[in-house]
Structures are given as structure tokens and as C-alpha cells.
């Protein structure tokens, strides 16, 4: 799933995940962002063993994915990855 934003210009990309990065000059503390959300929702992928992923294009909208290993059946050691959450932003 994709949203249909304004995108997010690929310099600031590889810091969306950072603590307090706001791509965005016109969101602030006073208007309610402090950069947390995504460093969050990457602390708790990372937690979890997984990866957070996120693609976007200046007027093309931002979407992120969430990979997460799964445990197979027991008797399976083997590990898979799978696309647990996709999401626009």
C-alpha cells in the first residue's frame, strides 16, 4: 500500500529513521511532530530481528514495509522473512 502524498526527496530518506529527523521544515514540536514515530517503529522492527524499508518520489507518495522473520512449523528450524505490514505514510 502507497500513499498519495508529496513523497519524501530521496536526500533525507536515508534519515527517516534517525531520532528527531523531520524531512518536513514545516512540521515542529509546536505543531505536534518530534521526529520519534519512525525511529520508534524501527526500534521495535530491529527488536524483533526484522527490517523497515521505505520507498518514496517527490509527488509520488511514500510507502514502507516491514519484513519480520517467522518461525516455520515446529520440527522446522529453517527461518523465513516474509512482507508482514505494508503501509503508506
Do not use: W
Amino acid at each position: 500500500m502507497c500513499d498519495d502524498g508529496p513523497g519524501i526527496d530521496p536526500g533525507h530518506l536515508p534519515h527517516v529513521f534517525d531520532r528527531f529527523y523531520r524531512a518536513d521544515p514545516a512540521r515542529s514540536r509546536e505543531s505536534g511532530s518530534t521526529g520519534l514515530g519512525l525511529a520508534i517503529a524501527a526500534a521495535l522492527v530491529a527488536a524483533h530481528d526484522g527490517r523497515i524499508e521505505a520507498r518514496s518520489a517527490p509527488g509520488h507518495g511514500t510507502a514502507f514495509r516491514v519484513l519480520l522473520p517467522v518461525e516455520g512449523p515446529p520440527g522446522q528450524p529453517e527461518r523465513r522473512t516474509i512482507s508482514s505490514i505494508q503501509t503508506g505514510a
